[in-house]
């Protein structure tokens, strides 16, 4: 039997619509463009490919793209000082300083700098609290989707044994905090887990963020499970070019799960659909209007 393919490309382009429906109406009703401004310091390359399709898909949904660039050998100084007009600007909804930084960067104190409310990576210590005590925060993006794609899949999921692969501030533990928010009995596996195998074949409900290519295999996953695959992984091909492959080896697990997210085309186009999503939040937070349905958790 075959797994469910959990369309993450589509779901994506549904959200995209559901957010660009909204920025027209803040628009028309109400005379607002939630503006989003990107931060890249440096020049790595897959960064900079991410904050060029970040821009394309903030256009596209008709909100404001600002990008500031700023060289591998800016000051900390002069990045909080960007930060802190980017807070001031009220035409500027949601900041996102796109990672890595820099060595000689302290990230934790830089994302610190950014307003709370217009954190919209839901990195900043408040956020991070807030979303740990179940309180309304920005939510994190990729844990997000994820959230998102299991609740349009299952309805309910209340009661359910969910593992989480990984424990990164960035998908490991908010996704877990997210799924004891929905009710599920949370366990958080890592490279130091006793028995990974066993720990995985409990899940209901596996989320795989460890950033191993096809890490786990079927055997380990339990008939019928709902597997989310947030790797993404360059690997070498034998004709010499590359493929992505997720944490989760898709061939023998799609054999074994009730559905899965394929890589790519999983969770990968939703992390931007909910980086737009959480700025009309934002920006609808901002201005003390109701915040649309769906966009958040
Ligand atoms: N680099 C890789 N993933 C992310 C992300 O979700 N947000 C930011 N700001 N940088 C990243």
Known sequence: MSATIIDGKAFAARLREKVAHHVARLSDGHGITPGLAVVLVGEDPASQVYVRNKGRQTKEAGMLSVEHRLAETATQAELLGLIGALNDDPAIHGILVQLPLPGHIDTDLVINAISPAKDVDGFHISNVGLLGTGQKSMVPCTPLGCLMMLRDHHGSLAGMEAVVVGRSNIVGKPMAQLLLGESCTVTIAHSRTRDLP?????????????????????EWIRPGATVIDVGINRIAREDGKSRLVGDVDFDSAVEVAGAIT?????????T??????????????????????????
């Open 198 to 218: 066993a720990t995985v074949r409990r899940a209901d409900i596996v989320v795989a963020a460890v950033g191993r290519p096809r890490m786990i295999p079927g």
């Open 262 to 270: 394929p890589v790519p085309g999983g969770v990968g186009p939703m």
């Open 272 to 297: 931007i659909a909910c980086l737009l999503a959480n700025t009309v939040t934002a920006c609808c937070r901002a201005n003390g209007l109701p915040e649309p349905e769906g966009l958040t958790a």
